[in-house]
């Protein structure tokens, strides 16, 4: 994809993750990517329709999967899109962890690993410095 697409997709996120909403500011280093809401292997493309900015743990637990289990109803759900579905819609911010509020927040909570131990101790940070 070209440094074009690259840059509207950062913009339009505002510099943040679009799972869980940290800043690329907040995590210094490790440069936030382009992540392919549906896969290639899945007939995804690189269009800035296809594309989010997401943290490398989002990312990295997201991979190529378009669904998962709700863990609440053992459903299969699809998961969070950017793109179409309105973040607070489906999630809440509860102190420092993220809470789904729909099948599609609480699946993607869960298989984006969005509440890890690491990501609530830098939720913690950020809150008292009131960065978050």
């Known amino acids: 994809m070209d440094a074009e697409v690259r840059a509207l997709v950062r913009r339009r996120a ?10 690329q500011d907040d995590l210094p280093f490790s440069t936030f990517q382009m ?6 292997k899945h007939g995804g493309n690189d269009e800035a329709d296809n594309l989010a900015l997401a943290c490398d743990r989002c990312n990295s637990h997201k991979g190529a999967n378009l669904t998962g289990v709700d863990p609440d109803t053992g459903e299969i759900t699809k998961l969070f899109n950017p793109r179409q579905d309105a973040w607070k819609e489906h999630f809440k911010i509860a102190d420092v962890l993220i809470v ?15 509440n890890e131990e ?12 009131e960065s978050f």
């Open 35 to 40: 992540e392919h809401i549906v896969a290639r």
């Open 14 to 23: 505002g510099n943040r993750c679009e799972y869980c909403l940290l800043r």
């Open 100 to 114: 789904g509020l729909t099948p599609v927040g609480r699946t993607t909570v869960f298989v984006l690993n969005m």
């Open 118 to 129: 690491r990501r609530v101790r830098l939720r913690t940070v950020l809150k008292r410095q």
